[in-house]
Protein backbone atom coordinates (compact mmCIF):
# COMPACT_ATOMS: atom_id res chain seq x y z
CA UNK A 1 0.00 0.00 0.00
CA UNK A 2 1.61 3.53 -1.05
CA UNK A 3 0.44 6.67 1.37
CA UNK A 4 0.42 10.19 -0.08
CA UNK A 5 0.10 13.67 1.49
CA UNK A 6 -0.90 15.97 -0.76
CA UNK A 7 -1.15 18.72 1.34
CA UNK A 8 3.01 17.60 1.74
CA UNK A 9 3.40 17.41 -2.00
CA UNK A 10 1.47 20.60 -2.65
CA UNK A 11 3.05 22.43 0.40
CA UNK A 12 2.77 25.57 -1.19
CA UNK A 13 -0.90 25.63 -2.15
CA UNK A 14 -2.01 24.04 0.79
CA UNK A 15 0.06 26.16 3.63
CA UNK A 16 0.16 29.53 4.28
CA UNK A 17 1.84 32.21 6.75
CA UNK A 18 -0.65 34.18 8.66
CA UNK A 19 2.18 37.19 9.21
CA UNK A 20 2.89 37.61 5.55
CA UNK A 21 1.91 37.75 2.27
CA UNK A 22 3.51 35.36 -0.84
CA UNK A 23 3.04 34.89 -4.19
CA UNK A 24 2.46 31.63 -5.81
CA UNK A 25 2.49 29.76 -9.48
CA UNK A 26 -0.15 27.25 -9.13
CA UNK A 27 -0.44 24.55 -11.52
CA UNK A 28 -3.34 23.16 -13.16
CA UNK A 29 -5.36 20.33 -10.37
CA UNK A 30 -7.92 18.49 -11.32
CA UNK A 31 -10.97 19.23 -9.22
CA UNK A 32 -14.39 18.43 -8.39
CA UNK A 33 -16.74 21.41 -8.44
CA UNK A 34 -20.25 22.70 -8.49
CA UNK A 35 -21.59 26.05 -8.64
CA UNK A 36 -24.56 27.94 -6.86
CA UNK A 37 -25.72 30.70 -5.46
CA UNK A 38 -26.86 32.21 -1.93
CA UNK A 39 -26.13 32.72 1.54
CA UNK A 40 -23.76 29.37 3.01
CA UNK A 41 -25.47 30.48 6.26
CA UNK A 42 -28.71 29.21 5.07
CA UNK A 43 -28.40 28.18 1.34
CA UNK A 44 -29.93 24.51 1.08
CA UNK A 45 -28.24 24.07 -2.60
CA UNK A 46 -24.84 24.78 -0.58
CA UNK A 47 -25.34 22.13 2.29
CA UNK A 48 -26.34 20.10 -0.67
CA UNK A 49 -23.09 20.89 -2.93
CA UNK A 50 -20.54 20.24 -0.06
CA UNK A 51 -22.04 16.80 1.23
CA UNK A 52 -22.08 15.67 -2.38
CA UNK A 53 -18.57 16.61 -3.29
CA UNK A 54 -17.33 15.25 0.12
CA UNK A 55 -19.44 11.90 -0.68
CA UNK A 56 -18.08 11.46 -3.90
CA UNK A 57 -14.37 12.32 -2.98
CA UNK A 58 -14.47 9.35 -0.40
CA UNK A 59 -16.04 6.92 -2.21
CA UNK A 60 -13.04 7.81 -5.17
CA UNK A 61 -10.08 7.64 -2.40
CA UNK A 62 -11.40 4.19 -1.11
CA UNK A 63 -12.02 3.11 -5.09
CA UNK A 64 -8.07 3.41 -5.55
CA UNK A 65 -7.50 2.14 -1.81
CA UNK A 66 -8.86 -0.63 -3.43
CA UNK A 67 -7.88 -1.23 -6.47
CA UNK A 68 -5.03 -2.17 -8.33
CA UNK A 69 -3.37 1.19 -7.83
CA UNK A 70 -3.58 0.51 -4.07
CA UNK A 71 -3.01 4.12 -3.43
CA UNK A 72 -4.05 5.50 0.27
CA UNK A 73 -4.70 9.63 0.73
CA UNK A 74 -6.14 11.99 2.87
CA UNK A 75 -9.08 13.93 0.61
CA UNK A 76 -8.00 17.09 0.10
CA UNK A 77 -9.95 19.85 1.85
CA UNK A 78 -13.18 22.24 0.59
CA UNK A 79 -12.47 25.27 -1.19
CA UNK A 80 -14.61 27.88 -2.90
CA UNK A 81 -14.35 30.71 -5.69
CA UNK A 82 -16.99 34.17 -4.23
CA UNK A 83 -18.01 36.81 -6.39
CA UNK A 84 -21.00 38.36 -7.56
CA UNK A 85 -22.26 40.68 -10.13
CA UNK A 86 -22.47 43.44 -8.06
CA UNK A 87 -19.64 43.27 -5.68
CA UNK A 88 -21.24 46.09 -3.29
CA UNK A 89 -23.50 42.94 -1.92
CA UNK A 90 -20.07 42.15 -0.34
CA UNK A 91 -20.02 45.50 2.11
CA UNK A 92 -23.46 45.32 2.08
CA UNK A 93 -24.11 42.36 3.77
CA UNK A 94 -26.73 40.76 1.25
CA UNK A 95 -25.25 37.17 0.94
CA UNK A 96 -28.07 36.15 -0.92
CA UNK A 97 -26.67 37.48 -4.13
CA UNK A 98 -23.32 35.38 -3.20
CA UNK A 99 -22.31 33.45 -6.22
CA UNK A 100 -19.31 30.55 -5.33
CA UNK A 101 -18.53 27.45 -6.38
CA UNK A 102 -17.06 25.25 -3.90
CA UNK A 103 -14.78 22.47 -5.03
CA UNK A 104 -12.19 19.85 -4.13
CA UNK A 105 -9.33 18.71 -5.64
CA UNK A 106 -8.33 15.27 -6.98
CA UNK A 107 -5.20 13.74 -6.94
CA UNK A 108 -3.82 13.48 -10.61
CA UNK A 109 -4.10 9.68 -10.43
CA UNK A 110 -7.63 9.54 -9.97
CA UNK A 111 -9.45 10.11 -13.54
CA UNK A 112 -12.06 11.40 -14.62
CA UNK A 113 -13.35 7.88 -15.73
CA UNK A 114 -12.96 6.91 -12.09
CA UNK A 115 -14.98 10.08 -10.70
CA UNK A 116 -17.73 9.69 -13.05
CA UNK A 117 -17.76 6.18 -11.70
CA UNK A 118 -17.75 7.37 -7.88
CA UNK A 119 -20.78 9.46 -8.92
CA UNK A 120 -22.94 6.85 -10.08
CA UNK A 121 -21.77 4.69 -7.14
CA UNK A 122 -23.15 7.57 -4.59
CA UNK A 123 -26.17 8.21 -6.71
CA UNK A 124 -27.10 4.40 -6.21
CA UNK A 125 -26.46 4.46 -2.29
CA UNK A 126 -27.77 7.82 -1.75
CA UNK A 127 -29.60 9.64 -4.19
CA UNK A 128 -27.89 12.67 -3.32
CA UNK A 129 -29.89 15.61 -4.99
CA UNK A 130 -26.87 18.11 -6.28
CA UNK A 131 -25.15 15.24 -7.41
CA UNK A 132 -26.07 15.90 -11.05
CA UNK A 133 -24.69 19.42 -10.80
CA UNK A 134 -21.14 17.86 -10.44
CA UNK A 135 -18.95 18.63 -12.96
CA UNK A 136 -15.25 18.00 -13.03
CA UNK A 137 -12.75 20.31 -14.33
CA UNK A 138 -8.85 20.73 -14.78
CA UNK A 139 -8.68 24.10 -13.66
CA UNK A 140 -5.51 26.50 -13.79
CA UNK A 141 -5.18 29.47 -11.72
CA UNK A 142 -1.73 30.57 -12.14
CA UNK A 143 0.12 33.64 -10.55
CA UNK A 144 -1.80 34.32 -7.28
CA UNK A 145 -0.99 35.84 -3.72
CA UNK A 146 -2.32 34.23 -0.67
CA UNK A 147 -1.91 34.72 2.72
CA UNK A 148 -3.32 32.27 5.86
CA UNK A 149 -6.27 34.13 7.82
CA UNK A 150 -6.79 33.00 11.31
CA UNK A 151 -10.45 33.46 12.77
CA UNK A 152 -14.12 33.43 11.90
CA UNK A 153 -15.02 34.17 8.24
CA UNK A 154 -16.78 37.37 9.41
CA UNK A 155 -13.52 38.29 10.56
CA UNK A 156 -11.53 38.02 7.24
CA UNK A 157 -12.17 41.58 6.32
CA UNK A 158 -8.53 43.12 7.30
CA UNK A 159 -6.93 40.06 5.97
CA UNK A 160 -8.51 40.34 2.85
CA UNK A 161 -7.13 44.07 2.83
CA UNK A 162 -3.90 43.23 3.84
CA UNK A 163 -3.58 40.19 0.87
CA UNK A 164 -5.04 43.43 -1.43
CA UNK A 165 -2.74 45.78 -0.41
CA UNK A 166 0.62 43.27 -0.52
CA UNK A 167 -0.76 42.82 -4.08
CA UNK A 168 -0.71 46.52 -5.34
CA UNK A 169 2.74 46.87 -3.67
CA UNK A 170 4.03 44.28 -6.43
CA UNK A 171 2.55 46.67 -9.04
CA UNK A 172 0.07 44.25 -10.14
CA UNK A 173 -3.89 44.15 -9.91
CA UNK A 174 -6.42 41.83 -9.17
CA UNK A 175 -8.36 39.26 -11.79
CA UNK A 176 -10.27 36.26 -11.28
CA UNK A 177 -12.52 35.38 -8.11
CA UNK A 178 -11.47 35.58 -4.88
CA UNK A 179 -10.20 31.79 -3.55
CA UNK A 180 -11.01 30.31 0.12
CA UNK A 181 -9.39 27.34 1.60
CA UNK A 182 -10.71 25.56 4.86
CA UNK A 183 -8.29 23.96 6.64
CA UNK A 184 -10.34 23.53 9.43
CA UNK A 185 -13.03 21.28 10.67
CA UNK A 186 -15.64 23.68 11.76
CA UNK A 187 -17.86 21.25 12.91
CA UNK A 188 -14.62 20.35 15.85
CA UNK A 189 -12.75 23.56 15.95
CA UNK A 190 -13.29 26.86 17.87
CA UNK A 191 -14.08 29.67 15.35
CA UNK A 192 -10.64 31.66 16.95
CA UNK A 193 -8.83 28.67 15.90
CA UNK A 194 -10.53 28.49 12.11
CA UNK A 195 -7.70 28.33 9.63
CA UNK A 196 -8.81 29.44 5.82
CA UNK A 197 -5.67 30.07 3.07
CA UNK A 198 -7.01 33.41 1.19
CA UNK A 199 -5.97 33.57 -2.53
CA UNK A 200 -6.17 35.93 -5.02
CA UNK A 201 -5.51 35.58 -8.35
CA UNK A 202 -3.55 38.39 -10.27
CA UNK A 203 -2.17 39.93 -13.12
Known sequence: MTKIDLKVQFKDFYRASATKCVE??????????????????????????????????????????????????AVMPLEGLWWADDMSVYQSGDKSQWKWTMMILQPSFVEAS?????????????????????????????????????????????????????????????????????LSDIRKATPSNWKTILRQPIQ
Open 114 to 182: LLQVAIADVQKKKQLPALPLLRIEDWREGRSAQILHVGPFTEEGPTIQRLHDFIESQGSSRTGKHHEIY
Open 24 to 73: VEVPTFRYLMIDGIGDPNKSTSYAQAIEALFAVSYTAKFMIKKGPQQIDY
